[in-house]
């Protein structure tokens, strides 16, 4: 989700925020104290949610205790082309603790949400779940079987007979490009782009490589199976969710049910992993809903592992053929990188590979072009880092392999060519210190000590491997919306309609809350994953922490000057009287600058003296003229080792070192968490994940986690991850300085395991997983 | 999952005696359940048999070992004689599963632990001859990576799935069997069968018998004996590929050996070619690189599993090379 | 943070709800209308979980998982895939580490049963679960009660002292957030203690 637009969300206007532009044009005296690091933002800081998550209390969609439950069990396609002849459900309708079934001829009228995502509107697929007889693609939702216990709605279920009427589908890319067109854009972004000469410079180069790159369909399996569970209270309903964004689900939903957003109410306070597949809103969370209104009960519909590789997307294979020209001494002169990848019958999404290559390196010619083809395969969503992750294993497994051609270092090759400007958009760069981040990886690795030869490096029989790649992902931000509340006893809360997927922003909100307002962490709640709380974007695009967490401090602001207002206002203040701009607080007491912190009161004292519960303060930012002047994005350096046993064909990760320049690291704890997940996501990528299709009728046949196949513990090496830890000046405008963390990781994790590879065998592998079959001849 | 009834057998006799039409015993269940859930299996009465005694590892006499049908796998893995006198045994039940699910598993249940192949599994298929028999096989001409270059017919190519068997059959274990007309005791390698054109019969195993007991006998190879097992990630994953070897060697002269793969054949696969192939001969890596080759001489590759062919020697060489230690 | 998320309203629902799960019935579980052509698929049992013995009528065809989840109000305990191939739903019976989506509850009549509810003692984190926040050894914590469930069983069994024999060990509990190294840090504290 490249949404780098700097523009509102329409719907997500905060009613207060009467500026309409906020805090770019709002700067007012800066009561806070500074981020000097004294406090808990930016040190190390356990998740605030961790004892609820390790006593079995955190409470995910399908956790939630709701009276009078029933059960919903989705039937899917088993083709994927045709139609919906006869859906026999007489059978199902005898069977034990049976209440309802559902289907395109049984069902309450839905309709096709706006499709916006500024507004919040987009769903994960547009076509509306039961909208007429057609199939698209195998495990399309073609029923809905609701039953008092979950077992009698499976067994229900396995009694509907439908008949279909089948046509063959088209599944295979080869078999697709009779539909092959070139997609204009990818939210907002343009994905055909050129400057210079490609061409011309290319055949002029000195040193060409050209090579097509492939990775196979992915899917994210989130150890969340999707969940939704629905009670109708009236016309209310809400809905537990496990969703990436409760605002998009509230607005989504509404819209598709036909009935305002403030009848819909979102509750998803906790997730289990997401990674792109919760971001947009899909059909179940329709159903259950539907489902509840029918029977008159409260329905969960708790999706299966096989349902989650149909049900909620996936990345497209890419095949991405990249061209790369150079002088001698390895100045870049010609980059063109062309994508084709799938898309489904009944939407776009496009995994845009391209996007990235047109700003990483400096070069004076690059072109881009993407292309899809429409196969009877659900629609891909974004997967993490869409279009970055698959794009840069490419183009860094390019670059690996010009280097050799040119006997230059992989690290002193990307040095060479290091973009000081943001050269597609003619921007400078807010901040940027991949050069450190090159640096201290490959120091730590002891990149020094590489034998460029392949093959040269061995461990016993092991063939050893080094290899590394750039990491990079933009540096989004979208509008976020908090309130702070100072509570009577000293305490504070802090909620916001964001939501954390594991990434830490429970956690990190309290830091903020915290230093802003001397307030001990232990004495601060985050709450959020409520449709309820001041709206903030989806968790996706790595935003979460850039568009939150400046409203969060402006908040803390407002409700700590909303305190000072309130002790001068007071006969029995020590601070009665003074003006607002002669008051500071430190430490959970406000007082008169300049005097002792003691001659003030506590925040406790202040509210308890006017007989008062609490005072909020609300925080309202989007991003503003700063988009315009600068290029915001994050960069990173990945150091892998591979061992190979050429005997059994067995290629084993063991040991990747990163750094990472991602703006101010708010808190290393679960920043390092993230780095960790991004680089053994990457390892899965790059050795064994695939999502495999049967060609005769479009099934998923590796449609479990046996099947297919992510990494375990015993696959997991020692990693180590570095920050370069310098505060973006620009991102906000409240000292906050942090970029999101969350897709950068897995970025060229791929390729530098690919690159090793090569380094270690001297086979270059440019399809990916790197599985046993293709390691047999090294 | 379809409705069936239940009842818990606490004696092997009691076990018999609660079958009634469409039936299984049910031990660890980690098969069973699972295909349930799969509406593959569909059982309209369940008999519990985890109350047997039939949990004990006994020396017998004889220097055998008796291991009762429901010893769990993980009791099996970790038990002393097992780990000093048939190493391949507990090395081959360690590369299986997951610490969960070896706590689950029983000895005889695994031996009647049924494939993975992806259409057999999803009764969306209407082709699988082992789930229908006569309906076909949509793995042929399907994906089949996954599947067997040895055994295979072209009723059926599924693998048998089991670490533990291969072992045993290395070990020339002996499965006993009680039913109606008594007991039975069948050579490990007679116990599984070829799909032929019965791939829906893969066991020895009659309606109504219960595997009770698995000897190994005391040999000269059992202790000089290692397993491997090669996929695409490091643990709780099935077989591409594995080996179970065991080798009985005076100085470098190997006077008898056992090969058995997994992974790639329709039952857990003696190669009695590569067996004579080593026997009498010396033990070095070049003899095992030709046992190899006699051990695959037979495969028949289909569209995606043709690099089994390459892998299971190597699995082969691997463990013969470990089972030595030369 | 007791109820991240909610706001009064909801709350105080929740509230309701919450009470009503402390009291732990059987949540909307009428006894199944057994037809004349289906089998009788309901039982009596008796398990002991975490302590508390309860009585409880289940259909034959419940799983340990889904009895626990959907029946006895304990949804500590996760399903992640609901085959035995991912480990979330991983609970103790008679002490060692199983797969409950994998298992029928009626085939535990009588057995005692731990899940991650069961392990802090009254109130304080055992200290596996205290080594887990420590060492951040979680993110979503979908996985976390099973990876905690097989590290506090993995206490007792016969593993190994390297690196890779506990990896080895817990390779039956997938985390797709890959806490592995933070998991393997806060298992290796736990174990020194002991030791």
């Known amino acids: 989700m490249q949404d780098t637009s700097g523009q509102g969300q329409n719907s997500q206007q905060h009613p207060t925020d009467t500026t309409g532009v906020g805090a770019a044009a709002d700067h007012t005296s800066n009561r806070l104290p500074e981020l000097s690091g004294n406090g808990s933002f930016g040190r190390p800081t356990p998740r605030h949610d961790g004892t609820l998550k390790v006593t079995g209390q955190a409470r995910y969609a399908a956790d939630h205790p709701i009276r009078r439950v029933v059960h919903a069990v989705a039937i899917q396609s088993t083709i994927a082309n045709g139609r919906v002849k006869n859906i026999d459900a007489s059978a199902a309708e005898k069977a034990p603790g049976f209440l309802a079934i559902l289907h395109h001829g049984k069902a309450p009228k839905l309709y096709r949400p706006s499709n916006d995502f500024m507004s919040a509107t987009k769903p994960g697929e547009i076509r509306v779940v039961f909208e007429d007889d057609r199939v698209y693609y195998a495990g399309q939702y073609i029923a809905l079987v609701v039953a008092e216990t979950l077992q009698q709605a499976n067994y229900a279920a396995s009694l509907v007979k439908i008949e279909y009427d089948f046509l063959h589908p088209v599944i295979d890319t080869d078999q697709a490009m009779n539909t092959v067109y070139d997609p204009e854009q990818f939210f907002g972004e343009k994905l055909t782009a050129q400057r210079g000469d490609p061409d011309g410079s290319y055949a002029a180069a000195a040193v060409k490589h050209e090579a097509t790159y492939s990775t196979p369909l992915e899917h994210h399996n989130p150890m969340e199976p999707s969940a939704s569970m629905a009670e109708w209270n009236g016309d209310e309903l809400t809905l537990y969710e496990t969703t990436q964004w409760v605002v998009g689900a509230r607005n989504t939903v509404a819209e598709t049910l036909g009935v305002p957003q403030e009848k819909v109410h979102i509750v998803s306070p906790f997730i289990g992993g997401g990674f792109g597949c919760k971001g947009f809103i899909w059909p179940h969370s329709v159903l259950s809903a539907i489902a509840s209104r029918q029977v008159g009960r409260p329905v969960k519909l708790n999706l299966t592992r096989k349902q989650m590789f149909s049900a909620c997307g996936h990345r497209s294979e890419t095949r991405q053929k990249v061209r790369l020209g150079a002088a001698a001494d390895g100045k870049l002169t010609s980059i063109f990188h062309d994508t084709l990848v799938q898309t489904s019958p009944v939407d776009e999404f496009i995994e845009s590979c391209g996007t990235t290559t047109e700003m990483l390196y400096s070069c004076p010619n690059v072109g881009i072009a993407h292309h899809a083809v429409r196969v009877n395969i659900a629609t891909p969503t974004p997967m993490r880092a869409p279009g970055e992750n698959p794009g840069t294993y490419a183009l860094e497994s390019a670059l690996d392999e010009l280097a050799y051609k040119l006997k230059i270092d992989p690290v002193e090759l990307r040095i060479r060519n290091h973009a000081d400007t943001n050269e597609h958009t003619k921007q400078p760069?807010?901040?940027?210190?991949?050069?450190?981040?090159?640096?201290?990886?490959?120091?730590?690795?002891?990149?020094?000590?590489?034998?460029?030869?392949?093959?040269?490096?061995?461990?016993?029989?092991?063939?050893?491997?080094?290899?590394?790649?750039?990491?990079?992902?933009?540096?989004?931000?979208?509008?976020?919306?908090?309130?702070?509340?100072?509570?009577?006893?000293?305490?504070?809360?802090?909620?916001?309609?964001?939501?954390?997927?594991?990434?830490?922003?429970?956690?990190?909100?309290?830091?903020?809350?915290?230093?802003?307002?001397?307030?001990?962490?232990?004495?601060?709640?985050?709450?959020?994953?409520?449709?309820?709380?001041?709206?903030?974007?989806?968790?996706?695009?790595?935003?979460?922490?850039?568009?939150?967490?400046?409203?969060?401090?402006?908040?803390?602001?407002?409700?700590?000057?909303?305190?000072?207002?309130?002790?001068?206002?007071?006969?029995?203040?020590?601070?009665?009287?003074?003006?607002?701009?002669?008051?500071?607080?430190?430490?959970?007491?406000?007082?008169?600058?300049?005097?002792?912190?003691?001659?003030?009161?506590?925040?406790?004292?202040?509210l308890a003296s006017k007989k008062m519960a609490a005072v909020e303060g609300e925080g309202f930012l989007q991003p503003g003229e700063e988009r315009k002047k600068y290029a915001f994005q994050s960069f990173g350096a990945q150091f892998v080792e591979v061992k190979i046993d050429p005997e059994i064909a067995r290629a084993r990760v063991t040991r990747v070192v990163s750094a990472f320049d991602v703006g101010k690291v708010v808190n290393p704890t679960t920043a390092r968490s993230q780095g960790y997940s991004g680089i053994i996501m990457g390892i899965g990528m790059a050795l064994m994940e695939h999502t495999i299709y049967d060609d005769r009728d479009g099934s998923i046949v590796n449609s479990n986690l046996a099947d297919y196949a992510v990494p375990v513990n015993a696959d997991v090496p020692d990693l180590e991850v570095l920050f370069v830890d310098k505060p973006d000046p620009y991102i906000d405008d409240q000292g906050i300085g942090a970029r999101g963390i969350g897709e950068i990781t897995i970025t060229g994790v791929a390729a530098a395991v690919a690159n090793a590879v090569y380094h270690a065998t001297g086979q270059r592998i440019r399809d990916l997983p790197i599985t046993p079959d293709k390691l047999l001849q090294v | 999952m379809q409705p069936f009834s239940f009842t818990q057998a606490r004696s092997e006799d009691e076990a018999m005696a609660q079958l009634r039409q469409n039936s299984r015993f049910i031990a660890g269940g980690t098969t069973l359940v699972d295909l349930m859930k799969l509406d593959v299996e569909t059982p309209a009465h369940l008999v519990d048999i985890n109350a047997l005694s039939l949990n004990k590892i006994e020396t017998l006499a004889d220097g055998s070992l008796r291991i009762g049908a429901m010893v769990r796998n993980s009791d099996l893995a970790h038990d002393a004689a097992v780990i000093k006198?048939?190493?391949?045994?507990?090395?081959?039940?360690?590369?299986?599963?997951?610490?969960?699910?070896?706590?689950?598993?029983?000895?005889?249940?695994?031996?009647?632990?049924?494939?993975?192949?992806?259409?057999?599994?999803?009764?969306?298929?209407?082709?699988?001859?082992?789930?229908?028999?006569?309906?076909?096989?949509?793995?042929?001409?399907?994906?089949?990576?996954?599947?067997?270059?040895?055994?295979?017919?072209?009723?059926?190519?599924?693998?048998?799935?089991?670490?533990?068997?291969?072992?045993?059959?290395?070990?020339?274990?002996?499965?006993?069997?009680?039913?109606?007309?008594?007991?039975?005791?069948?050579?490990?390698?007679?116990?599984?069968?070829?799909?032929?054109?019965?791939?829906?019969?893969?066991?020895?195993?009659?309606?109504?018998?219960?595997?009770?007991?698995?000897?190994?006998?005391?040999?000269?190879?059992?202790?000089?004996?290692?397993?491997?097992?090669?996929?695409?990630?490091?643990?709780?994953e099935f077989a591409l590929a594995s080996a179970a070897v065991a080798l009985d060697l005076n100085g470098k002269t190997i006077r008898s050996a056992r090969l058995a793969l997994g992974g790639v054949a329709t039952k857990p696969w003696r190669s009695h070619e590569a067996e004579q192939a080593l026997t009498g001969g010396q033990a070095s890596d070049q003899a095992f690189r030709a046992a190899a080759e006699a051990a695959m001489k037979s495969a028949r590759p289909l569209r995606y599993n043709g690099f089994k062919i390459e892998l299971a020697k190597m699995a082969l060489v691997r463990a013969l090379n470990e089972a030595a230690q030369l | 943070m007791d109820s991240p998320g909610w706001n009064r309203r909801s709350f105080l629902k929740a509230a309701a709800a919450a009470g009503a799960a402390a009291a732990m019935p059987d949540i909307a579980v009428p006894e199944p209308q057994v037809k004349p052509d289906v089998p009788a698929s309901s039982q009596s049992i008796r398990l002991k979980v975490n302590g508390t013995s309860r009585q409880l009528n289940v259909d034959t065809r419940a799983t340990l998982l889904d009895t626990l989840r959907e029946q006895m109000g304990m949804a500590g305990t996760k399903k992640g895939c609901d085959h035995g191939q991912c480990g979330a739903c991983t609970v103790h019976v008679n002490g060692r580490r199983i797969n409950s989506c994998l298992t029928f509850a009626v085939m535990h009549d009588g057995d005692e049963i731990t899940t991650i509810e069961g392990l802090a003692d009254a109130g304080q984190l055992s200290p596996m679960q205290a080594a887990f926040v420590e060492h951040d050894a979680f993110q979503c914590g979908y996985c976390t009660p099973g990876q905690i469930m097989s590290a506090t069983a993995l206490l007792r069994e016969p593993v190994g002292n390297t690196d890779d024999d506990l990896r080895e060990a817990m390779s039956g509990n997938i985390c797709r957030c890959g806490a592995y190294p933070n998991i393997l840090a806060a298992i290796k504290s736990v174990r020194s203690q002991h030791s």
């Open chain 1, 429 to 606: 760069w807010s901040s940027k210190y991949l050069k450190d981040c090159y640096r201290m990886a490959a120091e730590k690795f002891g990149w020094s000590k590489r034998n460029p030869e392949p093959r040269s490096m061995r461990d016993g029989k092991l063939l050893v491997g080094w290899g590394m790649a750039t990491a990079t992902y933009p540096g989004m931000r979208n509008p976020g919306a908090a309130k702070v509340r100072i509570l009577q006893d000293g305490s504070a809360t802090v909620v916001s309609a964001t939501q954390d997927m594991g990434g830490g922003t429970y956690t990190t909100m309290v830091q903020v809350v915290s230093d802003a307002l001397g307030i001990p962490v232990e004495r601060i709640q985050s709450t959020l994953g409520d449709s309820m709380l001041p709206p903030a974007p989806v968790s996706g695009g790595s935003m979460t922490t850039a568009s939150v967490l400046p409203a969060i401090r402006k908040a803390c602001e407002q409700a700590l000057t909303k305190l000072v207002q309130t002790a001068i206002g007071d006969e029995n203040s020590p601070m009665h009287g003074k003006k607002e701009d002669e008051i500071t607080a430190q430490n959970g007491r406000v007082f008169v600058k300049g005097s002792s912190p003691s001659s003030g009161n506590t925040y406790a004292e202040v």
């Open chain 2, 85 to 236: 006198n048939f190493p391949v045994l507990s090395q081959a039940l360690l590369a299986g599963a997951s610490a969960q699910l070896r706590n689950m598993a029983t000895t005889g249940g695994n031996l009647l632990q049924r494939t993975r192949c992806y259409y057999f599994r999803d009764p969306a298929y209407a082709a699988c001859n082992k789930r229908r028999p006569g309906s076909g096989c949509a793995a042929l001409e399907g994906f089949n990576r996954i599947h067997a270059v040895l055994g295979g017919s072209e009723h059926c190519v599924a693998t048998h799935p089991s670490d533990m068997a291969v072992a045993m059959v290395a070990l020339d274990a002996v499965v006993h069997i009680r039913g109606p007309k008594g007991e039975r005791q069948v050579k490990i390698e007679d116990f599984h069968k070829l799909p032929g054109t019965t791939p829906q019969i893969e066991t020895v195993v009659e309606p109504g018998e219960l595997i009770t007991y698995v000897t190994l006998p005391k040999s000269a190879f059992s202790t000089r004996s290692a397993y491997v097992k090669l996929r695409d990630r490091a643990s709780y």
